[in-house]
């Protein structure tokens, strides 16, 4: 079955960086998207970016250019997500989730809480 | 960026009761909206796409409708298990954004 395993939650400081990683399986990796999502409890949801598997191409959310930047290796069907010179509006839930052009995100990770404190 | 601007933010029924939730879109989206479902310390899990679809393994209590910039998301028969947020999500037009939400308690 296809499953979206996201590394464990993350305490960091101010002006660092973090990088989360979306390990998957049960399915073609390389032939399907990743969105990136951005979730404070108890508010909405915000799309970050998506990046293509097959090649590494990536779209991003204005807002989030020069914060985030996505990756993938094909060989362990594993995203990550770097994000950037963290400041307290960055602590949140963040989640992956997979796509394919023309239909929405059906399977999602369990999500990661980054909480950025010194 | 579409805004998406949903209602109402909450809501309080009864088991076996229908609600509807709605969603207007900024611009058209073309019938590019999906629905989810969270609940709490969870993932949202897909209910419908293409405004009207229904994601396989979802109940079909749970239909979807609209066009143009306005979408509606009704649940009949309410059961125990649909206490959730709702969040409609556009997909039409980069960036993709999501409602607010709508908290759906029973009673």
Known sequence: ???????????????????????TSGYTFSTSY???FK?????????????YAGDGGTGYNQKFKGKATLTVDTSSSTAYMDLSSLTTEDSAVYFCARHYGGYP?????????????? | ??????????LSASLGETVSIECLASE???????????????????????????????????????SGTQYSL??????????????????????WTFGGGTKLELK
Do not use: H
Not at chain 1, 39 to 51: A, D, K
């Open chain 2, 28 to 66: 058209d989206i073309y019938n590019n909206l999906a629905w989810y479902q969270q609940k709490p310390g969870k993932s949202p899990q897909l209910l419908i796409y293409y405004a009207s679809s229904l994601q396989d393994g979802v109940p079909s209590r749970f239909s979807g409708s609209g």
């Open chain 1, 1 to 23: 079955q296809v499953k979206l395993q996201q590394s464990g939650a993350e305490l960091v400081k101010p002006g660092a960086s973090v990088k989360l990683s979306c390990k």
């Open chain 2, 74 to 95: 009704k649940i009949n028969s309410l059961e125990s298990e649909d206490a959730a947020t709702y969040f409609c999500l556009q997909d039409s037009e980069y960036p």
């Open chain 2, 1 to 10: 960026d579409i805004q998406m601007t949903q209602s109402p933010a909450s």
């Open chain 1, 105 to 118: 995100f059906d399977y999602w990770g369990q999500g990661v809480m980054v909480t950025v404190s010194s």
């Open chain 1, 39 to 51: 979730q404070i409890p108890g508010q909405s949801i915000e799309w970050i970016g998506m990046i």
């Open chain 1, 34 to 36: 990743m969105s990136w």
